[in-house]
């Protein structure tokens, strides 16, 4: 699909829960929504039949589909029964994901435990690693979003999520602006700190990586453990507009998943921002 800007809610629009995928998918091509999450944060279920509509629903509207893995994912552990059962979590989000044709599986890449951060980073990698050549052994080509943590418990700072993405070919941060907020007590409070987070993903992965770029936003409530709570956008914490007015002035074409919990909602709010700072 065309590189664009793109709005999309993280599941099913509100109105629409309990309903199946493809209705989902129609309600945001009648939204102007060029996005949707699948969330698979309690295990893979997808319907072959359900699949196979979605991804032709999601073709002809020009949405692109991403999917969120299971939350059952700790790569950092030392723990040989855990590091199979992340293996396995992963490994079904990635096939799932190749046959309904989502771009990318975004994924927590788990907790430093009593590990150092290099204890805990190498075996992340060796568990992506793993996986990849697996990928690679069935022609599955998915990318692996390793998302940024709310928590410092959590492995997951940009300078990590970075790093693993440098290392490993089939990974590219996903970036989660609530989660940089609250994991670093407030951090983002201007434009200029939006800029600073894109800006280090620019200088040290390449500008290939903006291309695109997959990200979650929401307001976030926090304490000194990090993130607490998702929160409506109109809490602005942090403020969407600064962010808006930086992607309309660099003309980036961002996929921008909302996570607050007004979902879509919120997504058709963010678009609207975006068009308000366009028409001047």
């Known amino acids: 699909m065309a590189a664009k800007l793109r709005f999309g809610p993280a599941g099913m629009p509100l109105s629409l829960k309990g309903k ?138 940009l300078d990590e999520i970075i790093w693993l993405s440098k290392k490993l070919k089939f990974v590219k941060p996903v970036i989660d602006f609530a989660h940089i907020h609250a994991r670093n007590n407030g951090c983002i409070k201007s434009k200029s700190d939006y800029e600073s987070i894109i800006k280090k993903i620019k200088d040290e992965l390449g500008k290939k990586y903006l291309e695109a770029l997959h990200c979650h936003f929401s307001s976030v409530s926090f304490t000194a453990k990090g993130e607490k709570q998702h929160l409506p956008i109109a809490r602005k914490q942090p403020d969407f507009k600064p962010l808006a007015e930086l992607i309309v002035e660099k003309n980036y074409k961002f996929t921008i998943i909302c996570e607050s919990p007004l979902l879509d909602k919120d997504a058709i709010k963010m678009r609207e921002i975006v068009e308000s700072i366009k028409a001047g």
């Open 20 to 157: 199946a995928l493809p209705e989902g998918l129609l309600y945001c091509a009648k939204h102007k929504l060029l996005a949707f999450e699948i969330e698979w944060v309690r295990g893979v279920r997808l319907n072959k039949q359900v699949a196979i509509k979605a991804k032709q629903i999601a073709k002809q509207h020009d949405i692109l589909l991403s999917a969120h893995a299971p939350y059952w994912i700790n790569a950092a552990s030392p723990l040989e029964e855990k590091q199979q059962i992340s293996f396995r979590n992963l490994w079904q989000s990635v096939q799932a994901a190749a046959l309904i044709n989502a771009s990318i599986v975004v994924f927590h890449p788990g907790y430093y435990q009593n590990l150092t951060q290099e204890q805990a980073l190498t075996n992340v990698y060796e568990l992506l690693k793993q996986l990849q050549e697996k990928m690679q052994d069935n022609a599955i080509e998915v990318w692996l979003g390793a998302e940024t943590t709310g928590k410092p418990l959590q492995v997951g700072t």
